[in-house]
């Protein structure tokens, strides 16, 4: 992914981009998606000149406008932009600087920002995913894998005395910004700013699978109800919940949507769900593959009893083949 970024004369940055929406008649949603970017990132982020536009996105809307804006450039910023900042990126506390490689967005890495996107927090220091550890520490364990080989850093796992919850945490300054600059994701309450699937993932299938697996992963459930399994997905942020519908409708595994929840009781649904999709967090493999194999529904408290037997499944779980068995 080309990272150079472009520094315009002060005002012409704005100009171009307004010039560029106003000569193609585009809305702010239409012009963020033909640069396969965030609109409100496109809108507040790089209109205010607060961020400064990649090379690749500035040579796109020069070409959409059909001017040449390089007489205005005063620098370009190298690749390792993030890196050049110095000081700033120490992460919280005063340790020193926690750099990260340029991550590819690909599976992996759209399954965990997925997962953020669930049950995430953002800050300018960190980025944190929270778990049960009683029940979800492999969970955590195999995004920590995803991190390792995306960022080219260790992350850390915490579990706090006396509390059920396990933390992975991403201390890296650098890491926060360019989620920031590259995605439009905002520091802070992700319901009060809305935050969202970023149009890069949704524009691409095999990206909006991952993510939606790392979305159902932490803020969805596998869960028995009644004589049932149903598969659902939770969430107050009605932006993020809409997008989640779009891409569960369009794989044909979502029936039912409401307020706060999108989902599925039909059992025909979840093996399809299971079958693109899959999971990699073992508690729903396993409400899963039970029922599948001897239609056993399980409570959450019978789940101790089977994790042995899960050890070493292969991830991301899609299908009976993820473990050696013979598919449907």
């Given at each position: 992914m080309n990272c150079q970024r472009i520094r315009l004369k002060k005002g012409k940055q704005k100009e171009l981009i307004e010039k560029t929406k106003s000569k193609n008649n585009f809305t702010w949603k239409q012009f963020a998606g033909v640069l396969v970017i965030n609109t409100s990132y496109l809108c507040h982020e790089l209109r205010s000149e607060k961020r400064l536009l990649r090379k690749d996105l500035f040579q796109k809307i020069c070409n959409l406008v059909n001017e040449d804006y390089s007489f205005?450039?005063?620098?370009?910023?190298?690749?390792?932009?993030?890196?050049?900042?110095?000081?700033?990126?120490?992460?919280?506390?005063?340790?020193?600087?926690?750099?990260?490689?340029?991550?590819?967005?690909?599976?992996?890495?759209?399954?965990l920002l997925g997962a953020y996107l669930g049950d995430g927090t953002l800050t300018k220091y960190f980025m944190r995913i929270t778990a049960d550890h009683r029940y979800s520490l492999p969970y955590l364990q195999y995004l920590a894998s995803i991190v390792e080989e995306s960022l080219g850093i260790k992350p850390s796992i915490r579990i706090p005395s006396n509390r059920n919850i396990a933390y992975l945490e991403i201390r890296s300054k650098q890491f926060s910004d360019y989620l920031k600059e590259e995605f439009g994701f905002s520091f802070g309450d992700k319901i009060k700013n809305k935050q969202r699937i970023p149009e890069q993932i949704l524009k691409d299938q095999r990206l909006s699978i991952a993510c939606l697996r790392g979305l159902m992963d932490?803020?969805?459930?596998?869960?028995?109800?009644?004589?049932?399994?149903?598969?659902?997905?939770?969430?107050?942020?009605?932006?993020?919940?809409?997008?989640?519908?779009?891409?569960?409708?369009?794989?044909?595994?979502?029936?039912?949507?409401?307020?706060?929840?999108?989902?599925?009781?039909?059992?025909?649904?979840?093996?399809?769900?299971?079958?693109?999709?899959?999971?990699?967090?073992?508690?729903?493999?396993?409400?899963?593959?039970?029922?599948?194999?001897?239609?056993?529904?399980?409570?959450?408290?019978?789940?101790?009893?089977?994790?042995?037997?899960?050890?070493?499944?292969?991830?991301?779980?899609?299908?009976?083949?993820?473990?050696?068995?013979?598919?449907?």
């Open positions: 205005f450039i005063e620098e370009i910023l190298d690749s390792n932009w993030g890196q050049m900042k110095g000081g700033s990126n120490s992460n919280a506390g005063g340790k020193g600087e926690v750099k990260i490689k340029i991550p590819e967005l690909n599976s992996r890495f759209s399954e932490t803020d969805g459930s596998i869960s028995k109800r009644g004589n049932q399994l149903c598969l659902e997905f939770t969430s107050k942020n009605p932006v993020l919940l809409d997008q989640v519908w779009k891409i569960g409708t369009r794989l044909g595994v979502f029936t039912h949507q409401s307020k706060e929840q999108v989902g599925t009781n039909s059992w025909p649904k979840i093996v399809r769900y299971f079958n693109l999709v899959g999971s990699s967090d073992r508690i729903h493999i396993i409400r899963f593959n039970e029922k599948f194999c001897d239609n056993k529904l399980l409570y959450k408290k019978d789940l101790f009893a089977y994790f042995k037997k899960y050890d070493g499944v292969l991830l991301p779980f899609r299908g009976l083949w993820s473990i050696g068995m013979t598919p449907p």
